[in-house]
């Protein structure tokens, strides 16, 4: 998949607006594509985004006074201006075209650096690119590349892991990863939920309490992944953070670690799971996004990267 890419364009003298992804603590992953257009002799780089719900009000909780912090701490620059929490206004979660157009105002170029919010239609999403040239960051550009190695000729099996809750979005998507994967494992609390009767998807069988996927589907799902040629993960087994629901994760993620695959995961749980067991350095490529990663290799696109084709 080409995206218009940062080496394409020459940024000396401009202002330009960058997306960023502020949720779930992901400072770094932004930094690179901030370097690289401060070094490029960007006049201004202006950094937007959003933390937590506010639907569209502001809640004092949720500013990004405290992340401003951080970033200046971590970049030495006068060059960089900071927005407020975008989803103060409620035009953004509506994808307001005045909204996006009065963003858009404020540069000469834009740039998508938030993979992980790119399955919203949000106006700093897709309403932006409309109004100013535009392309994908660093960061949103190695997201692509590297999960579509798991959709463009991926070595088999391939095998796909969904836990966590959520069930009304990531049931669905398993209808479409069955027609991907020579496998898809569910655990977390989806089995509850299930109604689905498809040959090469294996629910698990739960605890009595609940919390945690039994020893007997724990061992089914370590001999699959043992034979997985490329493995994808997003969602924990069951209540990893507590004692008596981590075993089906840390099992599950150790199988992962040991495996010879190309290792895919993500989701800000999975994450702290791996980070938790001491295991996320053994992965090959850790995402950004949760759902958005998943609607990715579920549909092959997101509407932040149509935006940006």
Same mark, same amino acid.
Request: net charge neutral; glycine share 12%.
């Given at each position: 998949?080409?995206?218009?890419? #940062?080496?394409?364009?020459?940024?000396?003298?401009?202002?330009?607006?960058?997306?960023?992804?502020?949720?779930? &603590?992901? #400072?770094?992953?932004?930094?690179?594509?901030?370097?690289?257009?401060? !070094?490029?002799?960007?006049?201004?780089?202006?950094?937007?985004?959003?933390?937590?719900?506010?639907?569209?009000?502001? *809640?004092?909780?949720?500013?990004? /006074?405290?992340?401003?912090?951080?970033?200046?701490?971590? #970049?030495?620059?006068?060059?960089?201006?900071?927005?407020?929490?975008?989803?103060?206004?409620?035009?953004?979660?509506?994808?307001?075209? %005045?909204?996006? !157009?009065?963003?858009?105002?404020?540069?000469?170029?834009? *740039?998508?650096?938030?993979?992980?919010?790119?399955?919203?239609?949000? /106006?700093?999403?897709?309403?932006?690119?409309?109004?100013?040239?535009?392309?994908?960051?660093?960061?949103?550009?190695?997201?692509?590349?590297?999960?579509?190695?798991?959709?463009?000729?991926?070595?088999?099996?391939?095998?796909?892991?969904?836990?966590?809750?959520?069930?009304?979005?990531?049931?669905?998507?398993?209808?479409?990863?069955?027609?991907?994967?020579?496998?898809?494992? +569910?655990?977390?609390?989806?089995?509850?939920?299930?109604?689905?009767?498809?040959?090469?998807?294996?629910?698990?069988?739960?605890?009595?309490? %609940?919390?945690?996927?039994?020893?007997?589907?724990?061992?089914?799902? +370590?001999?699959?992944?043992?034979?997985?040629?490329? *493995?994808?993960?997003?969602?924990?087994?069951?209540?990893?953070?507590?004692?008596?629901?981590?075993?089906?994760?840390?099992?599950?993620?150790?199988?992962?670690?040991?495996?010879?695959?190309?290792?895919?995961? &993500?989701?800000?749980?999975?994450?702290? /799971?791996?980070?938790?067991?001491?295991? #996320?350095?053994?992965?090959?490529? *850790?995402?950004?996004? &949760?759902?958005?990663?998943?609607?990715?290799?579920?549909?092959?696109?997101?509407?932040?990267?149509?935006?940006?084709?």
């Amino acid at each position: 998949m080409k995206l218009p890419a #940062l080496s394409d364009f020459n940024f000396s003298g401009k202002k330009v607006l960058v997306r960023c992804d502020f949720d779930g &603590g992901r #400072l770094k992953e932004n930094l690179p594509t901030i370097r690289y257009l401060l !070094k490029g002799g960007s006049k201004e780089v202006i950094l937007m985004g959003h933390l937590g719900r506010p639907e569209g009000r502001v *809640v004092e909780d949720l500013r990004l /006074a405290p992340i401003e912090e951080k970033f200046r701490g971590l #970049l030495d620059s006068k060059n960089i201006i900071f927005l407020e929490n975008l989803r103060f206004d409620k035009r953004e979660e509506e994808n307001d075209e %005045g909204f996006a !157009k009065e963003l858009a105002g404020m540069g000469d170029f834009y *740039v998508n650096e938030a993979f992980a919010s790119s399955h919203r239609e949000h /106006a700093s999403i897709v309403g932006i690119p409309k109004f100013l040239p535009h392309c994908a960051g660093l960061r949103f550009a190695s997201e692509v590349e590297n999960l579509s190695k798991v959709l463009e000729n991926p070595k088999k099996p391939l095998v796909f892991i969904i836990g966590g809750a959520k069930p009304e979005t990531k049931l669905p998507l398993i209808a479409e990863f069955v027609r991907k994967a020579d496998m898809v494992l +569910v655990g977390g609390i989806l089995p509850k939920f299930q109604n689905l009767k498809l040959k090469n998807v294996l629910f698990a069988d739960l605890t009595e309490d %609940g919390f945690d996927i039994n020893s007997e589907s724990i061992s089914e799902f +370590v001999e699959i992944i043992k034979k997985a040629g490329t *493995v994808v993960w997003n969602g924990p087994m069951g209540k990893y953070e507590e004692p008596g629901g981590s075993e089906g994760t840390r099992r599950i993620g150790e199988a992962i670690a040991n495996s010879d695959a190309f290792k895919v995961v &993500g989701g800000g749980d999975t994450i702290a /799971a791996l980070k938790k067991f001491n295991l #996320l350095d053994k992965m090959d490529y *850790v995402s950004t996004g &949760g759902g958005a990663m998943l609607e990715f290799l579920a549909k092959g696109s997101l509407p932040g990267i149509t935006a940006l084709k």
